[in-house]
């Protein structure tokens, strides 16, 4: 007699993510952080975000640089724009915001402001030897800042 199988009624479900926020880069490793958060969806019920930060200088006023600051926005809109069409995302939503300011606390403040449930967050390898360079690295920061999970992709 074959030992019984546990039912796909009884299995436990998984971790339910509604809200999903992929900060991109606008590199081709924010594709792959995007891919992972559509398999992750909750489908229909789920909607994924894309952000995207753009760095301001710090001692400027922002009206100064407005015209230059605007450009980056439209470029990123465009670039996200398209990363989001590439990617198959089984039925969740996506949209996009871009916002300005320091990345990592920007990233953290929009998790928190949305009800963001995971940041799925693309990551570089971290070199064993030189650990100490990589605690400056904005997913660092935000892993250790958010107050939800946190997910980095590699």
């Known amino acids: 007699m074959k030992p019984s199988t546990r039912s796909k009624l009884n299995a436990k479900p998984g971790p339910r993510f509604e809200h999903l926020l992929v900060p991109a880069d606008l590199t081709e490793r924010t594709e792959k952080a995007l891919q992972l958060a559509s398999k992750l969806a909750v489908s229909d019920t789920s909607r994924i975000t894309l952000v995207h930060v753009i760095q301001t200088i710090e ?52 998790a928190a402001a949305h009800d963001v449930d995971l940041i799925v967050l693309a990551s570089h390898r971290v070199n064993p030897s030189r650990v100490n360079r990589d605690w400056g690295t904005i997913s660092y920061k935000v892993g250790i800042l958010a107050q939800c999970p946190v997910l980095l992709v590699k």
């Open 59 to 110: 001692g400027m006023r922002f009206d100064e640089l407005r015209p230059f600051y605007k450009r980056l926005e439209k470029k990123a809109q465009t670039a996200m724009t398209r990363l989001a069409s590439r990617v198959a995302v089984r039925g969740a939503k996506v949209e996009s915001a871009v916002v300005y300011g320091r990345r990592a606390e920007e990233i953290v403040n929009y």
